[in-house]
């Protein structure tokens, strides 16, 4: 059976030869995500204009990074770009105060915090510091991270409620965020991470 890895190759490889491979690589991806990026963001309130705004900025951002060698090739595209996604949507419109993004995304911390879960350069130094927490926060975290509701997380992690989730990922968060406090290296990644740079 062909794994990621294989099939994500194939589209690297066409993107990095450029002309009509490329055209068809990004084809490709456009076919495999679009509708579950618009999903995304419709979820969250977001317009069929702004949904395709965000996908289009992500595809974009994707190629960038394989062209300049910045995807590590450690999950299947279709993930990477939802991710990238999912993040472009929690920044650029953060300001629109949707309710679902207030419980999830309190303050400047958590978001660069969550940029960090899903791709940072230092993820192995936030892996080490996860590592502090306990399996069942790390596990919560990265659920959380990885773009799963309170209600998923509730089900995958048997918890009573999804309230029950979302006090258990606040309680981690804060952990976390002490943790980080005394770990200048990545306290400084996620500062540039949070400022865009």
Known sequence: MCNYKDSNNIIIDHLKKGGLLESNAIATLI???EIKIIVLVRKYNGSMAEAQDVFIEGITEVVFNIKNNRFRNDSPLSTYLYKICRLIWFQKFRSKKVSHFNQEISDKDTLSIQLN???SNQKEVLNSVLSQIGENCKRVLTFWSEGFSMKEIQKKMEYASAQVAMNKKNKCLTTLRELIKNNTELKQTM???????
Request: net charge negative.
């Open 117 to 119: 879960l899903e791709y």
């Open 31 to 33: 076919k495999q995500n």
């Open 191 to 197: 500062e540039e991470l949070r400022d865009g740079k």
